[in-house]
């Protein structure tokens, strides 16, 4: 559904967990190389061309579990003013006058026994993760009344690859006989993978089963069950670039309006990743594919206005 006049298009919650080179928690979370850039693809479609408003301003990138919910912190303490973990701000936000919430984190990841995902966040000791079925729970209709009825797009960008199953995180694809090959000269950088292998401990059990998607969202994950995801070093993951570069097509199409259906354009992107191949100079991992795919339990259409289009047409 796309705002009414008296509403914003939507609040942003931004998480970015690109890692440290060479800092204190570089050994337990490595350096994810390329990762900035999406968070900068993100903030460019969602804040810039659809009109939504950034809630976490004052910390984006580099979260440790204390930064997500301050009661990971062994003292336990409240959060310091002016200073809300991620868990305080998203309770106490007004989300009366925005019509949808999208998240989006980007991070290291993997799926558990139970086929769940974990995220791993940065630390200075041992592994940490939340497990997706927390992050999912903070936009719930318990945890936040004022979301009741509103669309929540959370947006993962996270290996799925579990430990039981090693022969299925990389897709080599399938050969054909016609079509046309993707050209990966524009891709300067290598394709990485930076996957988390999960502690074996009693958070395991909490990991979301890929079907519980409560109503009102949509989970969109950069990548299929048991897989890796796929990032580019000089342009960022797959997904984010391949979203931006969907939405670039949609706004610079002279035969389409302002409204855009992100159901459709989610589509156009899983095509135009499945397109891509990697390159690295691993020839254990040159030459993979990837797909993304989405779960929602939607009751409406979620359509967006494409600013810069609107301006265009202003102007023709």
Known sequence: MMASARQKPGAAFFVLNCGVQDGPSSNIFRYRDGAGYDQDNMHYLFITQFGFELINTQKTKDFYRSDWDHTYNPTKRECPKGAMCMMCLIKQTDYSSYENIVVHISSEGCCGDSGGIAIQFLSDSVTEYIPLAKIVEAFSDTSCPGLKGKTRILIIQACRHSILKPEEANDDGVPFLYGNKYDASEDAGNTHNNPLVIPDDEEQHELLPPHEVPEDFLIVFSTTTNRYAKRNTKTGSWFETELRNAV????????????????????????????????????????????????????????????????LLNCS
């Open 248 to 311: 670039d097509a949609f706004r610079q199409d002279p035969t389409k309006g302002p409204d855009m259906d992100f159901l459709t354009i989610l589509t156009e992107t899983s095509d135009r990743v499945a397109k891509k191949e990697s390159r690295s100079q691993n020839p254990n991992e040159d030459g993979k594919k990837n797909v993304p795919c989405f779960e929602h339990r939607l009751t409406k259409q979620i359509i967006f206005r494409c600013l810069q289009r609107m301006q």
